[in-house]
């Protein structure tokens, strides 16, 4: 127990900073002029937004043949990109809802950028089925309204009506969470800008945020409420992702282990996401000291437990297909493993359960380069691990003879890369005009580990007294 | 009928809490304490009663799951029953998704409106008070001057004991 009396702890924020600087240092991005590598980063998103944009005019206009699909073959790519952005999308919600509810105070850096990130992948995400359906202008054929027809209600049973209310409330959820975390640092932005555009714009949503303690209690209370409504909401959305497929007959999809795998892949890759994007962010953006070593460290650990999670699952499907003694379960699984898509399987593997074992070492851990390439080589193996399982155990499913083969169409490659445009075009434009850093928390943590001796006036006495009652209230919690 | 509030400025975060304390055993009325972020310990100082917003969240997704589940067994067995699979047409377990995820949003949506509702936020609403830096790095107390037996002097030198940098008195129109 004599760690457990430690009083200093690793602070969150690195060099003295005082309130005003942290302000200061938090939106100088929003002042500065774009640099170079921002327009460069911008000119390539956008190219890719518009390449996405002329693929989706292409194949509405000319019809769903321009798609690789066949009659064996229904869900291919459309799918896999849906299910691999909802899954980036949660480490946000993991960061922002999860880490809080278990009070990790590192979070404070990264969860406004995580949660943005969350509510512009949900926005990729939800277009693969829109476009999907071939006819996306009667994609308000899911939603149940009255009609002529009857009316003709939708069908309550299925997974994919359960998936569109749980895609609707994910993104309504975060997009709120989010915006209520904003509040006040919108208000921040406000009083601090000389540009009248700008003031009138902060102001506007900013809603008259005056930083009334009265307004910051219920805020509290609403922020906590809020964490408490979506870390149910994250399990229930990626766990309605895999009914999709659990619910149907398909060996390789039928399976009851599905749910909890499909969260852990999901905040496993999130996580990757946030990492290449916070690791570009903090050298780009000078945010060195907010986003600090600490905080890739506590996020490469998270993907070390939840990549052992997916690599147990892996291995429990392997045993179950044998141990089930089904022949069609056991056939689905050698053919991903030794089948014309082997490679796909093998990529997955390699990606997903190897290399985040590189982790163990704190050497590794710590180096950024290294962390870096492995959030790629992590975003790409849980990419194919969504094709590995939609794809593969569709091209061979009971009758040898409708089986099939799948290749994507340019068509439909381009439409993906249109979807990274889409995201890192957003994420860009949010890094110019919204604060990337939660300015109002990071300031509440700014005396984490540094024995309370931030502000100005804390003598040495009074430093000493809060040592003490420091380890007061810790003996105390341990007796708790 | 104008009132006098009595503003003190503190740079600190712990003087804040720790002179509201102060003050509030002195007997004044303190009218609000504006800060830069949520300072923990402060609304106890204040002595303000915890929220009654997660009562406000319970109603709403009440609200919403028995509002949802009515709909699905409305729509499903009653308004225009469709036989799919032999399946009962009331077959509750299968509308469990879809009723959780209206709960969450009915409480969400709801417990935010609440929130803006019951602290007057809305778009193009002016700040109701505005003290310099408070958004900012400054934690400002103030306090109604309610009669004449305010002793600003008294109150000033309250305030210096935990480092006030700035003291300032303003009129305020009564609400």
Redesign the interface.
């Known amino acids: 127990m004599a760690d457990g009396l430690s009083v200093l702890r690793t602070p969150l924020i690195l060099g003295k900073k005082?309130?005003?600087d942290v302000?200061e240092e938090v939106a100088a991005p929003l002042d500065r002029t774009p640099g170079k590598e921002w327009w460069m980063a911008f000119a390539v998103s956008t190219s890719m937004l518009f390449l996405g944009i002329a693929a989706v005019t292409y194949q509405m206009l000319t019809g769903i043949g321009t798609w690789g699909l066949n009659n064996t073959v229904g869900w291919a790519f459309d799918i896999t990109n849906f299910v691999f952005w909802i899954g980036i999308g949660h480490a946000g919600t993991l960061i922002s809802a999860i880490l809080f509810l278990f009070r990790q105070k590192w979070r404070t850096s990264v969860n406004r950028s995580a949660e943005a990130m969350t509510i512009f992948a949900v926005i990729c995400a939800g277009m693969f089925p829109i476009i999907h359906m071939g006819r996306p202008w009667l994609a308000f054929w899911v939603i149940?309204y009255p009609n002529l027809r009857?009316?003709?209600?939708?069908?309550?049973?299925s997974?994919l009506?359960?998936d569109m209310?749980?895609i609707?409330?994910y993104f309504?959820?975060s997009l709120?969470?989010w915006y209520?975390g904003l509040?006040?640092d919108l208000?921040?932005l406000?009083?601090?800008t000389f540009s009248k555009a700008k003031k009138k714009l902060y102001?506007?949503?900013s809603?008259?945020?005056?930083?009334?303690?009265?307004?910051?209690?219920?805020?509290?209370?609403?922020y906590l409420?809020?964490a408490g409504?979506?870390t149910?909401?994250v399990v229930?959305v990626h766990t309605?992702v895999s009914?999709d497929f659990a619910t149907s007959v398909i060996p390789g999809w039928h399976t009851t282990i599905f749910p909890p795998y499909f969260v852990a892949g999901a905040v496993f890759s999130g996580f990757a996401m946030v990492l290449t994007l916070m690791i570009i962010a903090r050298k780009v953006l000078r945010f060195e000291e907010y986003i600090t070593l600490h905080h890739i460290e506590s996020m490469a650990k998270i993907i070390i437990a939840t990549g052992g999670m997916v690599g147990l699952a892996y291995l429990t499907e392997l045993f179950v297909s044998f141990y089930s003694g089904n022949e069609y379960e056991r056939f689905a699984l050698v053919n991903r493993m030794f089948g014309p898509y082997a490679w796909a399987y093998w990529i997955m593997v390699s990606c997903n359960v190897l290399s985040p074992q590189l982790l163990w070492f704190k050497k590794a851990r710590t180096n950024v380069a290294f962390v870096f390439i492995l959030s790629l080589a992590i975003n790409v193996g849980m990419w194919f691990e969504r094709f590995v399982i939609i794809t593969i155990s569709l091209t061979r499913d009971y009758l040898p003879a409708s089986w099939d083969f799948y290749a994507p169409t340019l068509v439909e490659i381009a439409t993906l890369t249109g979807s990274f445009g889409l995201f890192f075009t957003l994420f860009l434009l949010f890094s110019r005009f919204l604060p990337m850093i939660a300015i109002?928390?990071v300031?509440?943590v700014l005396?984490y580990g540094r024995a309370?001796s931030?502000?100005?006036?804390?003598s040495d006495v009074?430093r000493a007294r809060?040592i003490t009652t420091d380890v007061r209230e810790k003996v105390h919690g341990g007796a708790v | 009928m104008s009132r006098r509030l009595f503003i003190a400025h503190f740079e600190d975060e712990r003087d804040i809490v720790e002179a509201t304390k102060a003050v509030r055993a002195e007997g004044h009325e303190i009218r609000d304490v504006y800060t830069p972020f949520a300072v923990h310990g402060l609304d106890k100082a204040m002595g303000l009663k915890p929220s009654r917003l997660p009562l406000v969240c319970l109603i709403f997704g009440l609200l919403g799951a028995t509002a949802k589940l009515w709909f699905q067994v409305w729509t499903s067995a009653f308004n225009w029953p469709v036989n799919i699979g032999g399946k009962p047409l009331a077959s509750i377990p299968a509308f469990v998704p879809v009723t959780f995820e209206i709960t969450v949003l009915f409480a969400g949506l709801g417990t935010v409106g609440a929130f803006l509702l019951i602290s007057r936020l809305r778009p193009g609403r002016k700040p109701a008070a505005s003290y310099e830096r408070a958004t900012n790095d400054r934690f400002v107390l103030v306090i109604v001057e309610r009669d004449a037996a305010f002793d600003l002097e008294r109150t000033t030198a309250l305030c210096r004991r935990f480092h006030c940098v700035r003291v300032e008195e303003r009129l305020e129109e009564e609400p």
């Open positions: 005082s309130y005003s302000t149940p009857g009316p003709l209600w939708v069908n309550f049973r997974p009506v359960w209310f749980a609707g409330t309504t959820i709120v969470f209520v509040i006040p208000a921040t406000r009083d601090r102001g506007l949503f809603l008259g945020w005056d930083g009334s303690n009265r307004t910051w209690l219920r805020y509290e209370s609403v409420l809020l409504l979506a149910p909401l229930s309605i009914w109002g928390e300031k509440a005396s309370r931030v502000g100005p006036h804390a009074e809060s």
